[in-house]
């Protein structure tokens, strides 16, 4: 890295100052600097259920279904999952950060370990799922959902009933 730092250095103007960049360390941020694997979000759309760690990172998935897949580790990281269909579906250490799940269904979802930092839930269904080991989820975005009296919440924390 040096190397390369020193090579620009020298060809660069003086007086010419260079911000250096702060190496990502995580995988999952990689993936999604890079946007989402388009093969990735194709199968979704043609009702390909199963995608175990693939990038969805920043996709619109509105109105997709993955009902009963297999989606452990997959990265949905500021995507667009509005009315997606995602009941009866593994989710384990899934990111949905920055994810918009307005009006989703996550009915019996397995959520343990997925992180839903920053994620919009408005109208969300979470009914007969357990939330308890979900990362990243606020009163505030649990308030904006709804469950039913089998959905768990995270210590600390309720989701309204849905009507």
Request: charged residues 15%; proline residues 4%; positive net charge.
């Amino acid at each position: 890295m040096f190397f390369l730092m020193a090579l620009f250095a020298a060809a660069m103007p003086q007086n010419v100052y260079i911000q250096p960049m702060t190496l990502v360390s995580s995988h999952v941020e990689q993936i999604a600097m890079i946007g989402p694997d388009q093969k990735a979000v194709a199968r979704i759309r043609a009702d390909k259920r199963d995608c175990p760690a693939c990038n969805l990172a920043g996709a619109d998935l509105t109105n997709t279904c993955v009902k009963k897949g297999n989606l452990t580790g997959a990265n949905f990281d500021r995507a667009n999952a509005t009315l997606m269909c995602m009941s009866y579906a593994n989710f384990t250490n899934a990111s949905f950060q920055g994810t918009i799940l307005d009006g989703a269904n996550l009915a019996h979802a397995d959520l343990d370990g997925a992180n839903f930092k920053g994620a919009s839930l408005v109208a969300t269904s979470f009914k007969g799922t357990d939330l308890r080991k979900a990362r990243g989820l606020t009163q505030a975005q649990l308030t904006q959902a709804c469950g039913d009296a089998d959905t768990k919440a995270p210590a600390g924390l309720t989701v309204p009933r849905c009507s």
